[in-house]
């Protein structure tokens, strides 16, 4: 008990009893979509996932997995296995990404967090270069974010900045990168009114330089570093409005594919190539599209193409853009400190509890889970076990990963009898989905279906309950698709294969023969999300969940 009268113990639910054996078994990039060739889960024979969609309506739903549903900024935003575990674990949706940006900048705790402090350190006798897309888009970044950074970090000592800018035309209009570049320059003009040696080193074109995600062309990395840190490119300016609208005139160029280009002085020298000693920082808040970039500028080994120097420098990004590769290792906002999450209450009520995955979602069920936080609560009462992931091949390879092994250490777990919470994350539609190969993709949604049933089985046999979900989708749609929803085609008539998170919402099933008479999904709750899942869990256990947590997605019918 706290000494503001907080207490752990939660109270009990009124008609759900205490004392079942409960699995949780979260699907990794499982959404749910139309039915179509490219719907992996679909073509994949997955009969215990379709006997759960199909068996009772009232224990089977749809949750929002996307978008404000997990705390980011707009619908516009997939949903990613850090936050969507963030949001199963916490009970509560909490500030992701821009949002988290925002409230950083205005508080001025940025200034104050080890990310700024390492980069600061170049500040007296390097230089700061900050690289990003520059718009107002707010999908990637935000101008009024650059601007605020650029004040901040002048006023604490910057002396020397430069601006390695990319042009958006996707998330805004195409053309307004003359505007958003003349409002830099008229800022930056104004820091060189007070000393502050600050102008744009580089730029060019978001599709064609830098932003390149899930490794698909690492060329669109090597024109960004060769502009950023060799200061080489295949056009020079002393100005870059002059730049941008220069390059917007060479025919079917746009915003998005302007060629690189860098900034020169009067004797046609780059002003800012990236040296040793020197400070960098991504500013995108978005990760998807700074992760290659950020491997280029962190990785000692690297062999994705020639850097041709490696420079020592200091590197930042804005938020960590990975959470299981701790990429980059250094970044200016944390995540959000989440307090208080389901699985903590639950240990302190006495639930037994075992998780498990493979290396690549570990963290996921245990780290992320619990808001952020690595560890037991308690050693007593908890067991995570992580089984390691194949290594030095790509995922397609061995699409089954390991599914079964995990299955088994559940199963194990669960007729063990000493534990009330099995917890598992199953990747395989997740990773081998992220590598674009349908028909390894198909196979890995079996392995999956597979490892579900070994799990249900083992809960069927102790008399259990079951919680089958997801964090996001993926492997339910493998193609790009036009705005009416065609897949759209490559210049040589091929599909053009989507390897990234989706749109989608999730499902989320209930069941087993310990499920209380009575219990089924409400209607009240349309739009309920993956936070909505942690209140469930504690009803299903036989707890209320506290009043600031996400209302449960059930109720129990007096048959």
């Known amino acids: 008990m706290g000494s503001s009268g907080f207490s752990w113990k939660l109270k009990d639910h009124p008609k759900l009893p205490k004392g079942k054996t409960l699995a949780m078994v979260v699907l990794d990039g499982w959404g749910e979509a139309n039915p179509d060739k490219y719907n992996c889960i679909h073509v994949a024979e997955t009969p215990t996932m379709d006997s759960l969609k199909n068996g009772a309506p009232e224990k089977w739903r749809l949750v929002r997995a996307h978008g404000k549903a997990v705390g980011l900024p707009t619908e516009d935003d997939m949903g990613n296995s850090e936050v969507g575990h963030n949001a199963l674990g916490a009970g509560r949706i909490y500030a992701q990404g821009a949002k988290l940006v925002d409230i950083a900048l205005e508080s001025g705790k940025i200034y104050d967090g080890d990310g700024f402090k390492y980069i600061k350190e170049s500040f007296e006798t390097g230089t700061l270069h900050l690289i990003g897309l520059l718009s107002d888009g707010g999908v990637h970044s935000r101008i009024d974010q650059l601007q605020l950074l650029l004040k901040g970090a002048s006023e604490r000592g910057a002396k020397r900045i430069r601006v390695h800018i990319l042009t958006d035309g996707r998330d805004v209009l195409d053309g307004s990168s003359v505007g958003f570049v003349e409002t830099l320059e008229n800022y930056l003009a104004k820091l060189r009114e007070k000393g502050v040696d600050a102008q744009v080193a580089s730029g060019g074109g978001r599709m064609y330089v830098t932003m390149d995600r899930y490794e698909n062309d690492w060329e669109v990395v090597k024109r960004g570093w060769d502009a950023q840190v060799l200061g080489e490119a295949p056009h020079k300016f002393k100005n870059p409005v002059e730049a ?32 040793d000693g020197d400070a960098v920082v991504t ?34 990004g804005m938020l ?26 639950l240990v302190h009520n006495g639930v037994r509890t075992f998780a498990c995955s493979e290396t690549v979602k570990f963290g996921h069920v245990t780290f992320f889970w619990n808001g952020n936080r690595s560890g037991y609560f308690n050693p007593q009462m908890e067991e995570y076990v992580e089984i390691p992931s194949d290594s030095g091949i790509t995922f397609n390879v061995q699409p ?35 590598t674009g190969d349908i028909h390894a993709t198909v196979v890995a949604c079996k392995a999956a279906d597979e490892a579900v049933k070994m799990i249900l089985d083992a809960i069927e046999q102790v008399g259990g309950i079951y919680v089958v979900t997801a964090d996001h989708g993926n492997a339910e749609d493998m193609v790009k698709r036009d705005k009416k929803g065609e897949p759209l085609l490559d210049k040589n008539g091929n599909i053009q294969i989507l390897t990234s998170h989706t749109l989608q919402p999730v499902p989320i099933a209930i069941g087993g023969p310990g499920l209380a008479p009575g219990v089924r999904f409400r209607n009240d709750v349309p739009d309920g999300g993956l936070a909505n899942v942690a209140a469930t869990v504690m009803n299903l256990h036989g707890f209320e969940a506290p009043d600031d947590y996400e209302t449960t997605l059930i109720e129990v019918v007096d048959n």
């Open 283 to 316: 500013f995108n808040f978005r990760a998807d599209r700074m992760v290659m970039i950020a491997k280029a500028l962190e990785y000692e080994d690297f062999d994705k193409f020639d850097r041709v120097r490696f420079p020592k420098i200091r590197y930042a």
């Open 320 to 345: 960590q853009y990975d959470g299981e590769l701790k990429l980059p290792n250094h970044y200016l906002v944390s995540p959000p400190e989440i307090e208080r999450t389901s699985g903590e209450y």
């Open 400 to 434: 089954k990963m390991k599914a079964l092994e995990i299955a088994e250490k559940a199963r194990d777990a669960i007729l063990s009898g000493k534990f009330d919470q099995v917890r598992v994350n199953l990747p395989n539609s997740d990773m081998v989905g992220h």
């Open 244 to 275: 941008v609208k220069k390059l917007r005139e060479i025919p079917n160029i746009s915003d998005q594919y302007l060629p690189p280009f860098v900034i020169v002085d009067d004797n046609g020298k780059a002003v800012g190539p990236i040296v």
